[in-house]
């Protein structure tokens, strides 16, 4: 898809790879909507993309309907969807809030569903558009004190996954995008910070440059670092051998 004049909106594009993704979007000559809570943080991306902000929590499903309709009303239509706004969680799922748990879900799984089925329609109507959502390795292989946070990425890929079969010939593509440990407040945010030596974190930008790359080609499945296709791949034909290596090496 050609990114010059296209209507972009990307979720949580406030901080760390949402905002790369604007930026990067803004710089390829699209209109880009922001959205996120953070008032200084939108002023701040807006300024930067000289496009439109909209504030918004993606836990409140009305406010997910509003801000679709709102991102919609901006520019007559939406083009790109980037559902990439995401919270985390660590620790020991058997002291999980309900709650939280809940709110994860909502976030991370229910926007993303909500917001592409409020724009996807268009899309199909036009026969062009792409929808990326962003998941995580943590979806492809699971992740011990973040079994939550896990399953919602990895409903995200399932979903992504889906919708390639039922988007098939109508113009609109769909892509997830997996990163691997990123540089950002992710881990302060969610309350634990990210202690171990590898991998190592790397920086948001590349992140956004696969995110960019997935709605240019329209490849259904990118992973940021490219290796963090092994680990995927090893979970899924050898799932017996993966978990064992997972549990001895962690
Ligand atoms: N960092 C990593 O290592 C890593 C690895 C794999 C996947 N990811 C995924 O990448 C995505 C972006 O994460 P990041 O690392 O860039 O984290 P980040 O710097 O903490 O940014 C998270 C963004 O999501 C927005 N957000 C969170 N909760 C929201 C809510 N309830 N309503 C509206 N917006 C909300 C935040 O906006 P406000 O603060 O303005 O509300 C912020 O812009 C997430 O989906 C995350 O799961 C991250």
Same mark, same amino acid.
């Given at each position: 898809?050609?990114?010059?004049?296209?209507?972009?909106?990307?979720?949580?594009?406030?901080?760390?790879?949402?905002?790369?993704?604007?930026?990067?979007?803004?710089?390829?000559?699209?209109?880009?909507?922001?959205?996120?809570?953070?008032?200084?943080?939108?002023?701040?991306?807006?300024?930067?993309?000289? @496009?439109? +902000?909209?504030?918004?929590?993606?836990?409140? /499903?009305?406010? %997910? $309907?509003?801000?679709?309709? !709102?991102? =919609?009303?901006?520019?007559?239509?939406?083009?790109?969807?980037?559902?990439?706004?995401?919270?985390?969680?660590?620790?020991?799922?058997?002291?999980?809030?309900?709650?939280?748990?809940?709110?994860?879900?909502?976030?991370?799984?229910?926007?993303?569903?909500?917001?592409?089925?409020?724009?996807?329609?268009?899309?199909?109507?036009?026969?062009?558009?792409?929808?990326?959502?962003?998941?995580?390795?943590?979806?492809?292989?699971?992740?011990?004190?973040?079994?939550?946070?896990?399953?919602?990425?990895?409903?995200?890929?399932?979903?992504?996954?889906?919708?390639?079969?039922?988007?098939? @010939?109508? +113009?609109?593509?769909?892509?997830?995008?997996? /990163?691997?440990? %990123? $540089?950002?407040?992710?881990? !302060?945010? =969610?309350?634990?910070?990210?202690?171990?030596?590898?991998?190592?974190?790397?920086?948001?930008?590349?992140?956004?440059?696969?995110?960019?790359?997935?709605?240019?080609?329209?490849?259904?499945?990118?992973?940021?670092?490219?290796?963090?296709?092994?680990?995927?791949?090893?979970?899924?034909?050898?799932?017996?051998?993966?978990?064992?290596?997972?549990?001895?090496?962690?």
């Amino acid at each position: 898809m050609q990114l010059k004049g296209a209507v972009c909106l990307v979720t949580g594009a406030t901080s760390g790879i949402g905002r790369a993704t604007a930026v990067q979007l803004a710089h390829a000559g699209a209109q880009v909507i922001s959205l996120g809570r953070d008032p200084p943080g939108l002023e701040e991306v807006v300024a930067h993309t000289s @496009g439109v +902000g909209l504030r918004a929590d993606l836990a409140d /499903p009305a406010e %997910v $309907d509003r801000a679709a309709e !709102e991102a =919609r009303e901006a520019f007559g239509r939406v083009d790109v969807l980037v559902n990439n706004a995401g919270e985390g969680f660590a620790g020991s799922f058997a002291e999980m809030n309900p709650e939280r748990a809940e709110r994860l879900v909502r976030v991370n799984l229910m926007a993303p569903v909500r917001l592409t089925r409020a724009l996807l329609p268009g899309m199909i109507e036009r026969r062009s558009g792409h929808v990326v959502n962003v998941a995580s390795m943590a979806g492809h292989v699971g992740l011990g004190g973040e079994a939550v946070y896990s399953a919602t990425k990895a409903a995200l890929i399932a979903f992504t996954d889906s919708l390639y079969y039922e988007l098939a @010939g109508t +113009g609109v593509g769909v892509s997830v995008v997996s /990163p691997g440990v %990123v $540089d950002t407040p992710f881990f !302060e945010r =969610r309350g634990k910070p990210y202690d171990r030596s590898y991998p190592r974190p790397i920086p948001a930008e590349p992140v956004a440059e696969g995110i960019l790359r997935a709605i240019r080609t329209g490849k259904t499945q990118v992973f940021v670092p490219g290796w963090g296709s092994f680990p995927a791949r090893l979970r899924g034909g050898l799932p017996g051998l993966y978990r064992s290596l997972a549990r001895r090496f962690g």
